[in-house]
């Protein structure tokens, strides 16, 4: 599809329909909720809140043990066009947000990270053959998982040609770990009226809404060449690594901080503040500056600030719940681990919203439709 320079471009104009994408999670979940008695048979049983959440929650007598994947999407399309445009291997940020992506997601019911398992599938054999590409790859990942804690226990790296394209691949991470003890898990049952929301910093795009910055791509000059800001081309922007959350809410454990919920801002944007099924109001009345690259695309593609904020984490990678004396040593704990981070407001009784007031933006309970 063609689009006139100036004219709004959205993320279901590039091909992402979350009405098409969220029924079917839906409907998953519904299934998957049905195999949950299995686990009585070995004397484990599952936390029926983690359900619908960031992360599955099993418990197995003195601890809880927590899993999630996650797949990295469309993010290593850029890094391969960078390559072809620059010759250099991005490989080593893409790793790190692979691991990201299932990490991220696994901390926010209060789990530590142990155990990491790689998914590198293929276009071909031929993939593996390009020594840079795979050593950055592996240098990458391993590193991503030291700064994690967590063990790599090892992966699957099949060639599915017919499936993936000839010289793509398609990259997945899973991720284990442990609620111990089990009073750090953080399903919201302690949510309430008059809680901080804390939101921690993202490096750029992270690794979600790639599909719709591809297009971007297409309207500058010089496409991901194209200059954003001094000595920064957009290409690299959109590749810088995805930010580990993990070690900051390793220190807010440490600290003994209660983390009433956590959102991982990942799809559907802002919209994730809101994903715990209770009925509360998120009133924001501070924002994080916004980073160069998503100020440029949400320009380009001419996105009002209730699309751009409801695609993309626009500066907030990560949101931490907890009580509002404790929102000044969120902040500080989170900085002296290398992430900024801010108090952006405060959850109050009323229906089910995202209420932004500086942006006079606002998403309804229907706007995010997750279970």
Same mark, same amino acid.
């Given at each position: 599809?063609?689009?006139?320079?100036?004219?709004?471009?959205?993320?279901e104009e590039a091909?992402?329909h979350?009405?098409?994408?969220? $029924? !079917?999670? #839906? %409907? &998953?979940?519904r =299934? +998957?909720a049905?195999?949950?008695?299995?686990?009585?048979r070995h004397?484990?049983?599952?936390?029926m809140?983690?359900r619908g959440e960031?992360a599955y929650?099993?418990?197995?007598?003195?601890f809880l043990?927590?899993?999630?994947?996650?797949?990295?999407g469309?993010k290593?399309?850029?890094?391969?066009?960078?390559?072809?445009?620059?010759?250099?291997?991005?490989?080593d940020?893409i790793a790190?947000?692979?691991i990201?992506?299932?990490v991220n997601?696994?901390?926010t019911?209060?789990a530590? $990270? !142990?155990? #990491? %398992? &790689?998914y590198? =599938? +293929?276009?071909?054999?031929e993939?593996f053959?390009?020594?840079?590409r795979?050593?950055a790859l592996?240098?990458g990942?391993?590193r991503?998982?030291?700064?994690?804690?967590?063990s790599?226990?090892g992966?699957?790296?099949?060639?599915?040609?017919g499936?993936v394209e000839p010289g793509?691949?398609?990259?997945?991470?899973s991720?284990t770990?442990i609620?111990a003890?089990k009073?750090?898990l953080s399903?919201?049952?302690?949510?309430?009226?008059?809680?901080a929301i804390v939101l921690?910093?993202?490096?750029?795009?992270?690794?979600?809404?790639?599909?719709?910055?591809?297009?971007v791509a297409?309207?500058?000059p010089q496409?991901?060449?194209?200059e954003?800001?001094?000595g920064?081309?957009y290409?690299d922007a959109?590749?810088a690594?995805?930010?580990?959350?993990?070690?900051v809410?390793?220190?807010l454990?440490?600290a003994g901080?209660?983390?009433?919920?956590c959102?991982?801002i990942t799809?559907?944007g802002w919209?994730?503040?809101?994903?715990?099924p209770?009925?509360f109001?998120?009133?924001?009345?501070?924002?994080?500056a916004v980073?160069t690259?998503l100020h440029h695309?949400q320009?380009t593609?001419?996105l009002?600030a209730?699309q751009?904020?409801?695609?993309?984490n626009m500066?907030?990678?990560?949101?931490?719940?907890?009580?509002f004396?404790e929102a000044?040593?969120?902040?500080?704990?989170a900085r002296?681990?290398g992430?900024?981070?801010?108090?952006a407001?405060?959850?109050?009784a009323?229906?089910k919203q995202?209420i932004i007031?500086p942006?006079?933006?606002?998403?309804g309970?229907d706007?995010?439709a997750?279970r």
């Open positions: 599809m063609n689009h006139a320079p100036g004219s709004p471009l959205t993320y091909g992402v979350y009405d098409v994408i969220d $029924p !079917l999670k #839906v %409907q &998953a979940q =299934a +998957a049905s195999t949950g008695a299995q686990l009585l004397g484990f049983h599952e936390v809140a983690s960031s929650v099993v418990d197995v007598g003195p043990i927590a899993s999630i994947v996650e797949c990295l469309s290593a399309l850029v890094a391969d066009e960078m390559h072809r445009l620059t010759g250099r291997s991005y490989y940020g790190q947000d692979t990201a992506m299932a997601d696994l901390i019911v209060g530590t $990270p !142990l155990v #990491v %398992q &790689a590198w =599938a +293929a276009g071909g054999s993939w053959g390009d020594s840079a795979a050593q592996v240098e990942w391993q991503a998982c030291l700064a994690c804690g967590v790599w226990g992966g699957e790296t099949p060639a599915l040609a499936i793509r691949i398609d990259l997945a991470a991720c770990g609620v003890p009073s750090r399903l919201g049952d302690e949510l309430g009226h008059g809680d921690l910093s993202s490096s750029g795009i992270h690794a979600n809404g790639l599909t719709l910055a591809r297009k297409e309207r500058l496409g991901y060449l194209s954003i800001a001094p920064l081309s290409g959109l590749l690594p995805t930010i580990l959350y993990s070690p809410t390793e220190a454990h440490q901080i209660s983390l009433h919920y959102a991982n799809g559907h919209r994730k503040l809101m994903r715990h209770a009925e109001t998120y009133r924001i009345d501070a924002l994080p980073p690259v695309i320009q593609a001419a009002d209730e751009a904020y409801s695609t993309f500066g907030a990678g990560f949101a931490v719940f907890v009580k004396d000044s040593r969120v902040i500080e704990l002296s681990h992430v900024d981070a801010m108090l407001g405060r959850i109050e009323g229906p995202v007031e942006l006079s933006v606002r998403f309970a706007s995010l997750l």
